[in-house]
């Protein structure tokens, strides 16, 4: 059974910072493609950012790029999101995506994802 599992979410003021760990289990880290999507209340999930399977190639949202960074340690079968400069705007649920494709400009688009985790919740006061 694939699981994902988000931690790291919680509340935090405007300029602070937090990183988001995934764990997944259940499928060969190594060959997946990693996303990040956040959802905040009455509106769309929204694509963050997505890493590559080797790592070499990252994706961001153009509200996040220059503040978040996404990596991965296949070792551990594990995705991050490090995210700083953290604004009010940034308050959402943020969820850790899988994908099995070969990756590229598709990996901003939810629906190309195989599997999801259940979410992690970040607050971002003013």
């Known amino acids: 059974q694939v699981q994902l599992v988000e931690s790291g979410g919680g509340l935090m003021q405007a300029g602070g910072s937090l990183r988001l760990s995934c764990a997944t289990s259940g499928l060969t880290f190594s060959t997946y493609a990693m996303g990040w999507f956040r959802q905040a209340p009455g509106k769309e999930r929204e694509f963050v950012a997505a890493?590559?399977?080797?790592?070499?190639?990252?994706y961001y949202a153009d509200s996040v790029k220059a503040r978040f960074t996404i990596s991965r340690d296949n070792a551990k079968n594990t995705v991050y999101l490090q995210m700083n400069s953290l604004k009010p705007e940034d308050t959402a649920v943020y969820y850790c995506a899988a994908d099995r494709g070969w990756g590229g400009e598709r990996l901003r688009r939810a629906y190309e994802y195989d599997y999801w985790g259940q979410g992690t919740p970040v607050t971002v006061s003013s």
């Open positions: 890493i590559t399977v080797g790592g070499v190639t990252t």
